[in-house]
C-alpha cells in the first residue's frame, strides 16, 4: 500500500493521538465512520492491528518498508520492540522533526526531499536515511531553504527537545548525540503488540 495522502483527522479519530502526522485536535472523540459511537469489543487481533498502523501512519513507512524494519530490528541483541521504535525514530525525517525544523513528519520529510537539508555538509534527500551518533544536520545555506525552516520554528511540532539531540536556532543546525531513550518517544504505543503481530503473520 502506497503512502497515505487522505484526510489525517480521520487516521487520529481511529487510531488516537498522532504527534508526527497532524497537529490538530479532532472535535470528534469517537472514529468516523456510521458505526464510530457504538463499536463492539475489539479483537486480540484488532488491537495489535491498531497498534500497528499507529506506527505506521505517525512515522509515514508503508507496510513495506515497516516489514523491513522489524526483521533489522529482530537482528539486533536487545528488546525488538525498542530497537524498531528507535530505528524509525532514527530515520532523517523524524530527526528533523523533532529538532523543530518542521511542525509534522510528512512536512519533515518535504523538506528532506526537496534538498533542503545537509548532513555534515551535504545534501541528502534520502528520508529513511538512519541518523547517527556524530551526525551533523543543518538547513541548506540558501535563502529559501533557510526562510522555510525560520517559518516553521514559530510553530514547532513538539515543544520538548529530546535529550539525544541538540539544536541551535541562530544557526539553524542541529546534532545527533546519540540513540533516542524510550521515555522520549512521543507517540503513545505497546511496540510488543506490534512484534506479536508480526511474529503471529509470519
Do not use: C
Not at 511542525?103 to 551535504?122: D, E, F, S, W, Y
Amino acid at each position: 500500500m502506497a503512502r497515505y495522502t487522505g484526510p489525517r483527522l480521520r487516521i487520529v479519530r481511529r487510531l488516537g493521538d498522532l504527534p508526527g502526522l497532524t497537529r490538530k485536535n479532532a472535535r470528534r472523540q469517537y472514529p468516523p465512520g456510521q458505526h464510530g459511537q457504538n463499536r463492539r469489543k475489539r479483537s486480540e487481533y484488532a488491537i495489535r492491528l491498531e497498534e500497528k498502523q499507529k506506527l505506521r501512519y505517525n512515522y509515514g513507512v508503508s507496510e513495506k518498508q515497516l516489514v523491513r524494519y522489524i526483521k533489522k530490528a529482530r537482528r539486533v541483541t536487545g528488546s525488538t520492540g525498542l530497537v524498531l521504535l528507535q530505528l524509525l525514530e532514527m530515520r532523517l525525517d523524524n530527526t528533523v522533526f523533532r529538532m523543530g525544523m518542521a511542525p509534522t513528519i510528512p512536512a519533515a520529510r518535504q523538506l528532506v526531499n526537496h534538498g533542503h537539508i545537509t548532513v555534515n555538509g551535504k545534501v541528502l534527500d534520502i528520508a529513511s536515511y538512519q541518523a547517527r551518533q556524530g551526525d551533523v544536520v543543518a538547513v541548506r545555506n540558501r535563502d529559501k531553504s533557510q526562510d522555510l525552516v525560520k517559518n516553521n520554528l514559530l510553530n514547532p511540532g513538539l515543544a520538548n527537545l529530546p535529550s539525544h539531540l541538540e539544536f541551535d536556532k541562530g544557526t539553524l543546525t542541529g546534532k545527533v548525540n546519540g540513540i533516542v531513550e524510550r521515555e522520549w518517544i512521543a507517540l503513545s504505543i505497546n511496540e510488543l503488540l506490534v512484534i506479536e503481530y508480526y511474529s503471529r503473520k509470519a
